[in-house]
């Protein structure tokens, strides 16, 4: 090749590999230049690293007929490539036999190659070998000083042109990883913050693993919670068609991975099936998760005691990297803290049922001439315990006292806030039975209960032989009075600001006239207070509801209003109900 074409093709192949920053792409387009710029069919460029190596790659040009491959290099092997990265002199062979004088472990290759002859010269930049590359020709020939000086140009075009590309899979590699680390804090925030609003363990187990599973690329994912009892666990699953596994053998004990971390709280990675049997062997046949080829155990613990287990399951056998098992743990750390939480709050409110129930689910007192039936309906999609009531009191001159009353606050503080005011009314009623005088007295009482700065009651004193209604309201909704004739009347006097809102000089009662066949109503603001309307417009449908129902006893109207005011017979927030009914003089 004359000069001029010489440095034409050079120039060509600089500015060809110049458009190009992926490995794969700069291979091909070696493959396509070596030839038509210095005759070779293949170049195996050799790159050292800091190990005492460098890596091969042999790129060929499309007709040459063997196919590319790559392999380690050790610079201490008997290799043409290597000793000239090591001391930067180039190595022409211009036949198999001058090859072979220099390196004879060679003799069998050389006369099996494709090539006739040989070129290898070093890429220096300064001082420093920065790799070097080995050309092949079909032809024995003779080497001189211009062909050396051309392969050591096409050296440098080739070698600056891959460590371009290693340069840019570098950073390429830097931004996948950097969005991957945002990936994963982002999903791990969201984990967490869904564990928080968590209530019960499904919940909690479930805001981590609809997060966890998808981050880590599992197919299933578990989390394996300590009973109270300690020598049993039950399991929470998330792509699991049982949902909640809980078995006489899912103990402590038992021979399985899982148990096995709860107990000594030590995580677990299996890469595949097998390494999980070798350990484990009945597994398999003791595990409803064995159907995997690969399996994570991360240990929970919380306040220095094992309380479960987070499991991942994979389809296929797989390693896991330092990365993976830092953001499993991770998971599992999340979870066992809103577990934590979970589970004092099921105490809690396991506290605050006993307490309510045992406050309204007792029978309703027979009173003579009064037929009275009381409903409580609890929020829906909240275990929160609320702080509405109902209560009946008979009075000693044979009137009864009908209250309804609503503290602000879920819960068990809210039930024993409730409970006091419903003692302190009792007590009130009975030796101040007027209304206003009961209301007066609660309103002192509730200075000192805590939590009932801003509770509500409505309460109502029926004589039924005398027929009047006497009632007085704290901040609360109006009682509704539904008359026998078919109206409906809205009870809006006696009333006053919240308990602890209002000076006790300021309430005052009022009296009606009542009838056999009347009904009061008294409840609260869960039953007419919703997203969608107002509350004028929430009362307006209970006022309508109620008329059109005067056929029905008070327990089927108490029904039918739960059932009509509430969609879905559930309300977004808790409901006390209670309705009486004046029906014939006692006597």
Known sequence: MADPDRRHAMRHAAAELALVTRPED?????AALVEPTVGSRAVAIAVPDTAGSATMTVVTSPNAGFPERSRPLPLDEPHPLSDTIVDGRS???????????????????????????????????????????????????????????????????????????????????????????????????????????????EEVATSVLDVGV?????????????????DRFDVVGVGLEV?????????????????????????????DRASVVAEFPRWEERSPFSAFEAAAFLPMSTAGRRIGAVVFL??????????????????ASICSQAMGRARRYEFEHEVSITLQQGLLASPVPDVAGVRIATRYVPAFQRLEVGGDWHQVIPLPDGRVGLAVGDVVGKG???????????????????????????????????????GAEAATVAYAVLDPAARSLRYARAGHPYPLLARADGSVARLDGGGAPPLLAWDETEIAADEIRVRPGDRLLLYTDGL?????VSIDAGLA??????????????????DAIVHGCLPGGRPRDDVALLCAEVSEPPG
């Not at 007419?528 to 969608?532: L, P």
């Not at 449908?541 to 108490?558: H, P, Q, R």
Request: glycine share 8%; charged share 25%; net charge negative.
């Open 243 to 271: 949902g909640r596994v809980a078995a006489p053998w899912l103990t402590v004990e038992a021979p399985i991975p899982t148990a096995a971390t709860i107990r000594d709280g030590r995580p677990r990675f299996y890469d």
């Open 541 to 558: 449908g209970l006022e309508g509801l109620v008329a059109g129902a005067g056929d029905l006893d008070v327990e089927s109207l108490c």
């Open 412 to 450: 068990a503080e809210a039930a024993s806030t409730m409970a006091q005011l419903r003692s302190a009314l009792a007590g009130a009623a009975i030796s101040r039975p007027e209304p206003e005088d009961a209301l007066g007295v609660l309103r002192r009482a509730s200075g000192v209960i805590p």
């Open 91 to 201: 190595r022409l062979y211009g036949s198999p036999d001058e090859l072979v004088a220099d390196y004879p472990t060679l003799a069998e290759r050389a006369r099996a190659s494709h090539d006739a002859s040989w070129a290898h010269v070093a890429l220096r930049h300064g001082d420093r070998v920065m790799g070097a590359i080995g050309l092949g020709f079909a032809e024995p020939r003779t080497f001189d000083a211009e062909d050396e000086e051309l392969y050591r140009e096409f050296a440098h075009v080739c070698l600056a042109a891959t460590e371009r590309a290693r340069l840019y899979e570098a950073e390429q590699q830097a931004r996948r990883e950097a969005e991957r680390a945002t990936e994963i804090a982002y999903a791990l925030g969201s984990a967490a913050s869904g564990a928080a609003a968590g209530t019960t363990p």
């Open 528 to 532: 007419i207070e919703r997203r969608e």
């Open 214 to 230: 998808p981050l880590v690329g599992a197919r299933v994912g578990a989390v394996a919670m300590r009973a109270p009892g300690g």
């Open 26 to 30: 700069v291979h091909d387009a070696i």
């Open 314 to 331: 994979f389809d296929r056998p797989r390693s896991f990297d330092d990365a993976e098992r830092q953001t499993m743990a991770a998971l």
